[in-house]
Nanobody
Framework: QLQLVESGGGLVQAGGSLRLSCVAS????????VGWFRQAPAEKAYEGVS???????YYADSVEGRFTISRGNTKNTVYLDISDLRPEDSAKYYC?????????????????????WGRGTEVTVSS
């Protein structure tokens, strides 16, 4: 059974940067589409911010240009690099994986397709 663990969150000043990590229990995430989602403190909905599949990388309009998703040197890891952090980026960030998407799958920034979820890592951005 695939397990995902997020790390890298913390308290950061506005304008700073973070690298969030998502580590899978199996050796590689190449057989998965992986997405990053966030839930703001006062909100119940999950906002999809980025995802990666064999068709490329995709970003929500709210984060494009500041967030970068990538696969690590060890392919059980996916990163989310965040720059120019803003207070509105404060949220609990989750990674999620979709097993064996079709070739050319354009990953979706909604929660429904994803099979496995981590428990999240908290990001707090101070003014």
């Amino acid at each position: 059974q695939l397990q995902l663990v997020e790390s890298g969150g913390g308290l950061v000043q506005a304008g700073g940067s973070l690298r969030l990590s998502c580590v899978a229990s199996e050796f590689t995430l190449d057989n998965y589409a992986v997405g990053w989602f966030r839930q703001a403190p006062a909100e119940k909905a999950y906002e999809g911010v980025s995802c990666i599949s064999d068709s490329g990388e995709y970003y929500a309009d709210s984060v494009e240009g500041r967030f970068t998703i990538s696969r690590g040197n060890t392919k059980n890891t996916v990163y989310l690099d965040i720059s120019d952090l803003r207070p509105e980026d404060s949220a609990k960030y989750y990674c999620a994986a979709l097993i064996r998407p079709r070739v050319g799958y354009v990953c979706y920034l909604g929660v429904a397709p994803y099979d496995y979820w981590g428990r999240g890592t908290e990001v707090t951005v101070s003014s």
